[in-house]
């Protein structure tokens, strides 16, 4: 247990859902962040944020919509995905943006887009 | 733009001592980490380096060269548990984020 949880852990939706992943620290950090890793290929850090603001969009297609309403929760709201999205999709949080601190990441969820 | 590299993958043996490279290139450089990663976990964070030389963590240490853009992951009394995925990742400053590898399998066998 890292202090970081993401729900749901598995989810599989059409390419005409909409639906949303959650991610909740409970280490009083003050950055937290979407990666997503697909096989064979490096994480890819997608959103960062930094009390709240938004401070990193890495070049992400408009149907992946974050939002980080407190400190200690962050959302990533999907829709009209296609089947390349397909991965495990991470969030971690970490004391402060700065990225020598350690990040402590949730157990991710496995997104199948059909 | 940022790379990495590191081998796919690496074996050996319960006891052995493994030694996983990464070498990079960034526009920026700020710190190399490292993380580890079990099948179907989360990654959990092993060590940083911002200075040359070697910083030991119990049966972990990790290694940086600045000048030679590399570092590496030495894994010492190997264990069964340690069979993951390592990732290295560096603090690049032009985008102060962590840039990852695309990670080494580590197989242990008994």
């Given at each position: 247990?890292?202090g970081?949880t993401q729900?749901?852990?598995?989810?599989?939706?059409?390419?005409?859902?909409?639906k949303?992943?959650?991610?909740?620290?409970?280490?009083?950090?003050?950055?937290?962040?979407?990666?997503?890793?697909?096989?064979?290929?490096?994480?890819?850090?997608?959103?960062v944020?930094s009390l709240?603001e938004?401070?990193?969009?890495?070049?992400?297609?408009?149907?992946?919509?974050?939002?980080?309403?407190?400190?200690?929760?962050l959302?990533?709201?999907?829709?009209?995905?296609?089947?390349?999205d397909?991965?495990?999709y991470?969030?971690a949080?970490?004391?402060?943006?700065?990225?020598?601190y350690?990040?402590?990441?949730?157990?991710?969820?496995?997104?199948?887009?059909? | 733009?940022?790379?990495?590299?590191?081998?796919?993958?690496?074996?050996?043996?319960?006891?052995?001592?493994?030694?996983?490279?990464?070498?990079?290139?960034?526009?920026?450089?700020?710190?190399l980490?490292?993380?580890?990663?079990?099948?179907?976990?989360a990654?959990?964070?092993?060590?940083?380096?911002?200075?040359d030389?070697?910083?030991?963590?119990?049966?972990?240490?990790?290694?940086?060269?600045r000048?030679?853009?590399?570092?590496?992951?030495?894994?010492?009394?190997?264990?069964m548990?340690?069979?993951?995925?390592?990732?290295?990742?560096?603090?690049?400053?032009?985008?102060?984020?962590?840039?990852?590898?695309?990670?080494?399998?580590?197989?242990?066998?008994?």
């Amino acid at each position: 247990e890292t202090g970081v949880t993401q729900t749901p852990r598995h989810l599989v939706m059409g390419m005409t859902n909409k639906k949303s992943l959650k991610c909740e620290q409970h280490l009083g950090h003050n950055a937290m962040y979407w990666y997503k890793q697909s096989a064979k290929k490096p994480l890819e850090l997608m959103f960062v944020y930094s009390l709240e603001e938004r401070v990193e969009n890495n070049s992400v297609p408009s149907r992946f919509s974050p939002e980080c309403p407190n400190s200690s929760h962050l959302f990533l709201h999907l829709h009209t995905l296609q089947p390349e999205d397909s991965a495990l999709y991470l969030c971690a949080s970490s004391t402060h943006r700065d990225p020598s601190y350690e990040q402590y990441f949730g157990p991710g969820t496995r997104l199948t887009v059909t | 733009g940022q790379s990495l590299e590191q081998p796919s993958e690496v074996t050996a043996v319960e006891g052995a001592i493994v030694q996983i490279n990464c070498t990079y290139q960034t526009s920026g450089f700020y710190g190399l980490s490292w993380y580890q990663q079990h099948d179907g976990g989360a990654p959990t964070f092993l060590s940083y380096n911002a200075l040359d030389g070697l910083e030991e963590t119990g049966r972990f240490s990790s290694f940086l060269s600045r000048s030679d853009s590399y570092g590496y992951l030495l894994l010492q009394e190997l264990q069964m548990k340690d069979s993951a995925s390592y990732f290295c990742a560096v603090t690049d400053t032009g985008f102060q984020k962590l840039v990852f590898g695309t990670g080494t399998r580590l197989l242990v066998s008994p």
